[in-house]
């Protein structure tokens, strides 16, 4: 099968590779030329030759730049065409979107995707939103991307579904990266334990909360056994106050998720060793910056730890 892909960054260009490693035609688009297959996207769209198959084109880039993409292949694709949104867009914004292509006759998915920077090697879980056709359409794209086995993947629903059901997710792993935070903040309080990462390496096997997000601290503190090389800090990135709001539009009670949200605001207030804990985690799992220890070393960022 034929792909265009808009946007090669941390994530697109892994998923590049996976896609490519399974057979199939990749041509990505990206501003940095040196990574591009193509110089622009109309260039991109014309290299995309199969006369077997609509065009497809996935955008995987940074949610202020959407929108203009999206206007440019609406002109640049053919009734029939598909265009996939695996950003983290949030879902009011699809039925907007897929209204706009429909318009020229050009068919819209949505894709919440989850993997981070380890996608490559791991497979990346997939929540979709569209019309049945249009995913069956695009199915030989999402096997190779999904995780081996029979999980990863889910048809969640119309347009919008799958950004919904990924700003859920995203609002779980907050309670869930607050809930080990908090854990080793207190641990490391406590005069009582005496090796709070051998604690924590002890959970990954054999307990109710074991979990990746939990191997992923236990790499953290091997590189930095009190997370003193970083700031208690923790940017949201959006999903997470989007999944707050959707839990008051619809009356249902999210207090884990809307705590850990809002200790993100008071880590920009207080170096907490808590945020230290969640910093660590999300450079882990997604290579998103930590800021220094020193303020003076702002640009302070440990490499994920391959296993």
């Excluded at 940017?235 to 707050?244: F, M």
Aim: charged share 20%; glycine share 12%.
């Amino acid at each position: 099968m034929e792909l265009g892909l808009v946007g090669l960054g941390k994530m697109g260009g892994n998923m590049r590779q996976r896609i490519r490693n399974a057979g199939h035609t990749v041509v990505g688009f990206d501003h940095n030329q040196e990574i591009s297959d193509a110089t622009d996207l109309a260039d991109m769209v014309g290299k995309l030759t199969a006369t077997d198959q609509p065009k497809v084109v996935w955008v995987m880039v940074p949610v202020q730049a959407i929108d203009p993409v999206v206007t440019e292949l609406a002109e640049l694709l053919s009734p029939g065409d598909i265009v996939i949104d695996g950003g983290n867009s949030r879902w009011t914004d699809d039925t907007r979107r897929a209204a706009q292509l429909a318009e020229k006759g050009i068919k819209f998915a949505d894709c919440g995707v989850s993997g981070g920077v380890w996608g490559l090697e791991n497979g990346y879980a997939l929540m979709c939103g569209g019309e049945k056709d249009t995913i069956a359409t695009v199915m030989p794209v999402f096997t190779a991307l999904k995780p081996e086995g029979e999980f990863g993947f889910v048809h969640a629903g119309k347009v919008g579904a799958g950004h919904f059901s990924k700003m859920v997710h995203n609002g779980i792993e907050y309670g869930i990266m607050q809930a080990y935070a908090e854990g080793y903040e207190l641990l490391e309080a406590a005069d009582i334990v005496d090796n709070v990462p051998e604690a924590f390496r002890s959970w990954r096997e054999g307990t109710v909360i074991r979990s990746w997000l939990l191997d992923l601290l236990v790499n953290a503190l091997e590189d930095d056994t009190h997370l003193e090389k970083i700031r208690g800090y923790a940017d949201d990135s959006g999903e997470g106050r989007w999944t707050v709001e959707a839990a008051i539009d619809h009356a249902v009670p999210v207090p884990a998720i809307a705590a850990a949200l809002f200790a993100r605001f008071a880590s920009r207030q207080d170096d907490s060793p808590a945020m230290k804990a969640i910093a660590a985690m999300r450079n882990q799992f997604g290579g998103h910056a930590v800021k220094g220890a020193d303020a003076a070393d702002p640009s302070y960022a440990t490499p994920p730890i391959q296993h």
